[in-house]
């Protein structure tokens, strides 16, 4: 199916761990990658995590990279690259992946061109004070490794550099599981089997944003300057989705946090946290199938 491009589109598909490769494939054909005929020699993928340690919904999951590394390989790009700027990001098995598949592990993003594909990937996550974990934090982190969820600055300069080198953006973002970090009490998981894309990341975002009860422009500062400096769409009214959009008939994660002060969760794994996180791994289907690519690509998580 061909999607219109005129206006934001984010294409939305329900998915299992049973049909997750197919469901990817059908995603990106939503979002408008299967009208695209732009030669691309290059694909930089940036998975991105909010977390050092593993948790539901905190980082982008092993299968998103695996698949989308994948499907780039299928549609006939030679070069791969994984931006890699984190080394806790081999808690996640990103390190172990790229290598399997041949994909060359870099800290940084190289020249971007007209032939280079950019694949910002990234969990449904918002943390303390409405602080949404987006892929446009996966642009920034391209150009500045130490990029945090706060620095607007960095997420609209990346923005704007990868717009104008011409390279053909892809964001993705996997709510397979989604977390919800605005708890003073604990982190929130939750499961909700939906994956998300849009070649606009401001709108993807946006999109998620609302999922989790925010007003992008209003409550999500970078959105609103993205949108204002014509580097996406964040206003909800200009953004058609397409799929299946039934998937975000119910809002996700708390619907009314405990005010107090939060936990540093980015840099603490809690008791609590090792119960949710070990719940999850084993008592649901997706807390398997990441178990499942731990032990395929030999990935140790020590606390």
């Known amino acids: 199916m061909s999607v219109p491009l005129r206006n934001a589109v984010v294409a939305i598909v329900h998915t299992s ?44 999951p092993p299968w998103q990279l695996e698949i989308m590394t994948r499907l780039c390989q299928m549609s ?4 791969t690259a994984t931006i890699l700027s984190d080394p806790h990001s081999e808690r996640y098995g990103y390190t172990a992946i790229a290598a ?10 190289p020249p971007l061109d007209c032939e280079t594909l950019v694949a910002a990937l990234a969990p449904g ?12 934090h996966a642009l920034a982190a391209l150009f500045h490794p130490g990029a945090m969820i706060r620095n607007t600055g960095s997420i609209g300069d990346a923005l704007e550099q990868v717009r104008r080198t011409g ?15 605005r708890d ?15 070649r606009d990341p401001v709108a993807l975002d946006a999109i998620v944003a609302a999922q989790f009860g925010l007003n992008p422009l209003r409550d999500v500062a970078y959105l609103r300057k993205a949108h204002l400096q014509g580097l996406g769409t964040a206003d909800l009214r200009a953004i058609t ?11 996700w994660g ?5 005010p107090g002060v939060t936990l540093d969760r980015f840099s603490r794994w809690t008791g609590a946290d090792m119960r949710t996180f070990e719940s999850w791994l084993y008592n649901t289907a997706w807390g398997r199938l990441f178990q499942a690519y731990q032990m395929r690509y030999i990935v140790r998580v020590r606390r």
Do not use: W
């Open 17 to 60: 761990p049973q049909t997750i490769h197919a469901d990817y494939r059908r995603l990106l054909s939503l979002a408008g990658m299967d009208v695209v005929t732009a030669p691309l020699r290059r694909a930089i993928l940036v998975p991105r995590h909010a977390r050092r340690m593993p948790f539901p919904g905190s980082g982008t």
């Open 76 to 79: 006939g790009i030679t070069s």
């Open 100 to 109: 399997a598949l041949g994909s060359a592990i870099l800290r940084r993003a």
């Open 125 to 136: 996550r918002v943390d303390a004070r409405n602080g949404l974990f987006g892929t446009t």
């Open 167 to 181: 390279a053909l953006l892809i964001a993705v973002t996997d709510a397979t599981t989604i977390s919800d970090g």
């Open 184 to 198: 003073a009490g604990g982190e929130y998981a939750e499961i909700r089997s939906t994956i998300l894309a849009s």
């Open 241 to 251: 989705c397409y799929g299946d959009v039934e998937a975000l008939k119910d809002r």
């Open 254 to 258: 708390l619907v009314d946090p405990v």
